[in-house]
């Protein structure tokens, strides 16, 4: 079972230690649904390519995922620039729209429904030995990113944000990458050292992992709610000061 459970758990891993950095941002700047729109894009992007294209393969799905991610992210950013006070209901409005393209793609293919369900909450227990590559591969940028500050700026976060969301929903499912970008920097927003919460996020979502083994259910949304939960328990957080905190 060990050896089963190695790339899954590779996979959970390398995903919210990629997403935990960039949802400090997205918190920050206030673009909390920016990761549901840029994810929806690049779900309903694969669709498209899968059924109106006739092109099924994982270096298909994975371009066509980029390319419908950083399209939407650019338009995001120039939403947040032009129109900042709008920015969130413009952005729950590309997240809807990229939603229906993704039904209407799905359902011009009798195993469309199959397709979606996968992008929207993928079986953890089978991602493959690529996805799980590119998902380190997208952890060692994004540490670069944020080691030298470069998230900060606009251009950079927004398109990092689309290369690691491209990435991350075909292997992962778009409901299990929003919960991993939320949920630990719930607990960094409340004081929580950003390696601790990282580090108490991987193992809920292995232990959701394993919760899906053991109940037979499906991994994908056992681990979105087990994240989920961890993450709601930030909000009754509360960080105890030093004795010589307070003057």
């Not at 991610?69 to 413009?90: D, N, P």
């Not at 009798?110 to 690529?130: C, I, M, T």
């Not at 994908?220 to 994240?227: D, E, I, R, S």
């Amino acid at each position: 079972m060990s050896t089963w459970f190695l790339l899954p758990a590779l996979a959970l891993i390398a995903g919210i230690m990629a997403l935990t950095p960039l949802g400090t941002h997205v918190l920050r700047r206030g673009v909390v649904f920016i990761d549901l729109a840029v994810a929806q894009a690049a779900a309903a992007a694969v669709i498209w390519i899968n059924f109106g294209g006739h092109l099924d393969s994982p270096w298909i799905d994975q371009m066509a995922a980029t390319l419908g991610a950083i399209v939407v992210s650019l338009a995001i950013a120039g939403m947040a620039r032009h129109w900042s006070q709008q920015r969130e209901a413009l952005i729950g409005l590309i997240y809807v729209a990229g939603a229906c393209l993704a039904l209407l793609g799905s359902s011009q293919h009798p195993h469309g429904r199959e397709k979606l369900f996968q992008l929207l909450a993928a079986d953890v227990l089978w991602v493959d030995l690529f996805s799980v590559g590119a998902l380190w591969v997208s952890l060692l940028a994004v540490w670069v990113l944020n080691r030298r500050h470069w998230l900060t700026q606009d251009a950079l976060f927004y398109s990092a944000f689309a290369a690691v969301a491209s990435v991350a929903v075909p292997a992962l499912g778009l409901f299990l990458v929003f919960a991993s970008l939320i949920a630990p920097a719930l607990w960094i927003e409340k004081g929580v050292k950003p390696w601790i919460a990282t580090a108490l996020a991987s193992g809920v979502s292995l232990a959701g992992l394993l919760g899906s083994w053991l109940l037979d259910t499906p991994s994908g949304p056992t681990v979105v709610l087990t994240l989920s939960v961890f993450g709601v328990c930030a909000l009754f957080y509360r960080q105890t000061e030093s004795p010589h905190g307070a003057q």
